[in-house]
């Protein structure tokens, strides 16, 4: 949209020995801004800058070394709206985990979400039915956990099942995760996609199971934080459609029945008894 006057500009910097605002600039009555500033500590921090706008903060990517400038240096802001917006989902991941000791399994789900208009999808305070986007979970999920991505945990809820977002939703791609545990029994697990997915992707750690569903098919494994998955890719993935992930079930940790022990035991002493008597009987 047309460049914003007036707005003020704020230069960030986020790094692992520290992180915080630097400077801050008014843009003139042409949007324009410009800072001075020196890299210093970690090479690994990141520089970038922001403003708002209607309320919702709009970001550069980040800097990069040297002179920035033009399209590089540009923040480009929306009108928002909390009527519908065009939401598509370019891509889902699923990550299962094997199963741990306590017979669970770790599931991480990360979705890429596109606003394809020209406004910021906002929530109108904490209405469940203003929320910006919404998918669902097994209601019997527990530990749920919202991960790294482009959208906070505090702009996320979960009840009974229903993951909703509150955070606003600009024009572009977002990215959302969240992982949460299932009992191993809960599988086979049937995976119903609510909208039409780009790209489809199911990681399982086990080395034995399946993944079916339309246009899944499994590819060349992958390495993750040095753990070793199976992967199932798909594109276009059709609205409603169902991916059954197929685990085998954990080992048995059942203690074992003391009765079993004692008819060992008894059989056991009876062979002990019998070859005692025929030894003495040879003699």
Do not use: C
């Not at 741990?100 to 606003?115: I, T």
């Not at 955070?167 to 995760?177: D, F, M, V």
């Not at 199971?209 to 040095?226: A, F, I, K, Q, T």
């Amino acid at each position: 949209m047309d460049p914003v006057s007036g707005a003020w500009v704020v230069l960030h910097r986020v790094g692992p020995d520290r992180a915080g605002p630097l400077d801050s600039v008014q843009s003139d009555a042409r949007g324009r801004y410009a800072f001075n500033y020196t890299r210093t500590g970690s090479e690994d921090a990141v520089y970038f800058v922001s403003a708002s706008y209607d309320g919702i903060a709009y970001f550069t990517p980040p800097l990069a070394e040297g002179k920035v400038t033009g399209d590089d240096g540009e923040i480009t802001v929306f009108d928002t709206t909390s009527g519908h917006v065009p939401l598509s989902l370019r891509g889902h991941h699923v990550v299962v985990s094997a199963a741990d000791a306590n017979a669970k399994r770790s599931v991480v789900e990360v979705y890429d979400l596109s606003n394809d208009s020209s406004v910021t999808r906002v929530a109108v305070g904490d209405n469940p039915a203003s929320a910006t986007w919404v998918t669902h979970i097994l209601p019997g999920a527990t530990d749920f956990k919202v991960g790294q991505g482009d959208i906070s945990g505090q702009a996320v809820t979960n009840t009974e099942g229903v993951v909703r977002v509150f955070a606003p939703l600009a024009p572009g791609l977002k990215q959302l995760s969240f992982s949460y545990s299932l009992p191993a029994n809960s599988f086979p697990l049937k995976l119903p996609l609510e909208k039409e997915t780009g790209v489809y992707e199911i990681l399982i750690e086990d080395k034995s199971g399946n993944v079916s569903g339309p246009h899944l098919r499994e590819v060349d494994p992958v390495v993750v934080d040095e753990r070793n998955y199976r992967r199932f890719l798909a594109s276009d993935m059709p609205e409603n459609s169902v991916a059954v992930i197929d685990l085998p079930p954990p080992p048995s940790t059942r203690s074992v029945d003391p009765r079993f022990l004692l008819a060992i035991t008894l059989i056991i002493g009876a062979a002990m008894v019998i070859a005692l008597a025929q030894a003495l009987r040879r003699r």
